[in-house]
C-alpha cells in the first residue's frame, strides 16, 4: 500500500460527459501529480499541483483540469469527454516539489468512455 | 525539457536467464534517474534509483549504474523470477527546475518457468 488512495477505482461515462477523479496523497506529501496511461502514449504527465499552487503543467487537454485543495487532496476534472480519453488516470505524491525525491503512486482510476 | 528512451517489448524469458532492459536519457546537468515497475492491476512503484554519475541503484536483485559518458540507465538482473513479470519504466525529472517525472515507455517483462 503506496498512502495514496484514489477514487473511483472505476468510471464508466458517456461521451460528452463531465467526471471528477480524486486522489488524497500520502500524511505529509505536498506535491500532486497526475498521469494518464494509455496503450499507445504510454504513461503521459498531465499536471503537478505542490502545496495548493500549480508547479508544472505536461499534456494536460484544455477540456481537463486540475486542483488541490487545503488539505492537500487533489481532484482532476475532465469533461466533454471523447472516446478517447479512455485510459487509466494515476495520482502520484511526494514529499517536496520533485526532482530527485520518489513518487509515490495511487492504483488509478480506470475511465471508460462509451 | 529532459527525454527518455527505452526499449520496448515484449521481453520473454526463462526463469533464471539474464535480464538487460536498456534506458537512454537527455538532459541538461545530472538529474536523478529512476526506475519503476508496474506489477499487473497495481501502481507504479520505485524499484531503484542514483542520484548522480557513477551512482549505481540496487533492490530486489535488480541493478542499474549511471553513465552520464554514454547518458544510459541500463537495467539488469542475473537471474530472472516469475515473480519479476511486469512493466518497467525508466524515468527521469521534466527538467532542471526538478518538477514530475516524465516515463519511458514501459518494457513489459514475462518470465516463464
Known amino acids: 500500500d503506496s498512502g495514496v488512495t484514489q477514487t473511483p477505482k472505476h468510471l464508466i461515462t458517456a461521451t460528452g460527459q463531465r467526471v471528477t477523479l480524486r486522489c488524497s496523497p500520502r500524511?505529509?506529501?505536498?506535491?500532486v501529480y497526475w498521469y494518464q496511461q494509455s496503450l499507445d502514449q504510454g504513461l503521459q504527465f498531465l499536471i503537478q499541483?505542490?502545496?495548493?499552487?500549480?508547479?508544472a503543467k505536461g499534456n494536460i487537454l484544455e477540456r481537463f483540469s486540475a486542483q488541490q485543495f487545503p488539505d492537500l487532496h487533489s481532484e482532476l476534472n475532465l469533461s466533454s469527454l471523447e472516446l478517447g480519453d479512455s485510459a487509466l488516470y494515476f495520482c502520484?505524491?511526494?514529499?517536496?516539489?520533485?526532482?530527485?525525491?520518489?513518487?509515490?503512486f495511487g492504483q488509478g482510476t480506470r475511465l471508460t468512455v462509451v | 525539457g529532459n527525454s527518455v528512451t527505452q526499449m520496448e517489448g515484449p521481453v520473454t524469458l526463462s526463469e533464471e536467464a539474464f535480464l538487460t532492459i536498456n534506458c537512454t536519457y537527455t538532459?541538461?546537468?545530472?538529474?536523478?534517474l529512476f526506475w519503476y515497475v508496474q506489477y499487473p492491476g497495481e501502481g507504479l512503484q520505485l524499484l531503484l534509483k542514483?542520484?548522480?554519475?557513477?551512482d549505481k541503484g540496487s533492490n530486489k536483485g535488480f541493478e542499474a549504474t549511471y553513465r552520464k559518458e554514454t547518458t544510459s540507465f541500463h537495467l539488469e538482473k542475473g537471474s530472472v523470477q516469475v515473480s519479476d513479470s511486469a512493466v518497467y519504466f525508466c524515468?527521469?525529472?521534466?527538467?532542471?527546475?526538478?518538477?514530475?517525472?516524465?516515463f519511458g515507455k514501459g518494457t513489459t517483462l514475462s518470465v516463464s518457468s
Open positions: 499541483y505542490y502545496n495548493g499552487e500549480e508547479r
Open positions: 500524511s505529509g506529501d505536498l506535491s
Open positions: 502520484a505524491s511526494s514529499v517536496d516539489a520533485g526532482g530527485g525525491t520518489e513518487a509515490f
Open positions: 542514483a542520484t548522480k554519475a557513477d
Open positions: 538532459a541538461t546537468g545530472y538529474p536523478s
Open positions: 524515468a527521469l525529472p521534466m527538467n532542471q527546475a526538478g518538477t514530475a517525472l516524465i
